[in-house]
């Protein structure tokens, strides 16, 4: 969806008597620009969406999906991995860290656990970010490690997550 990204998974039970239940928390990139995101990477597998009234089935899957200047400079990219699933903010010059806002709806909670993973809480379920790692690449592809910091808040009924950036 346009600079919205819907995270849903579902409980489904043998039983009968239980009826089964899907759970959604929504994720928007708040101040920043609805924009389309471009697909890269067909991969064989299809995936199937459920959310509410609307149902997309046997829609194509991709290596990596890129939301281009969601904020000045700065684009936002999913992608998977050996380990599942990744989110990466891609800081061109001139983009401001201090810039990426995310807002989060539909959940009960919102915190961070000991080793630094957010955790999206609803219903007894929860999402869970893991740690994030920030570096720059230099002119000639070295890596140099930048010290980052996360700020949670609650506001309005839903909970926001913004970034500070080190040198």
Known sequence: ?????????????????????????????????????HPFGTTPDIANYYLGAVVAE???????????????????????????PRMSFVIRPGGAPEDIDLRFNGQDSLKV???????????????????????QVGTFGNITPVSWTATYEHAEGSAHVKFQLGN
């Not at 489904?12 to 920043?32: C, P, W």
């Open 1 to 37: 969806d346009k600079s919205t990204v819907h995270y849903t998974w579902a409980a489904t039970y043998k039983d009968s008597t239980l009826a089964d239940t899907t759970f959604r928390v929504d994720m928007t990139f708040e101040k920043g620009r609805s924009v389309a995101p």
């Open 58 to 84: 046997e829609v194509k899957a991709y290596h990596r999906v890129i939301y281009n200047s969601v904020w000045d400079s700065i684009d936002v990219h999913f992608h998977h991995g050996s380990s599942g």
């Open 113 to 135: 656990d000991w080793q630094g993973r957010l955790e999206v809480w609803l219903k007894n379920k929860w999402i869970k970010f893991e740690g994030a790692v920030a570096y």
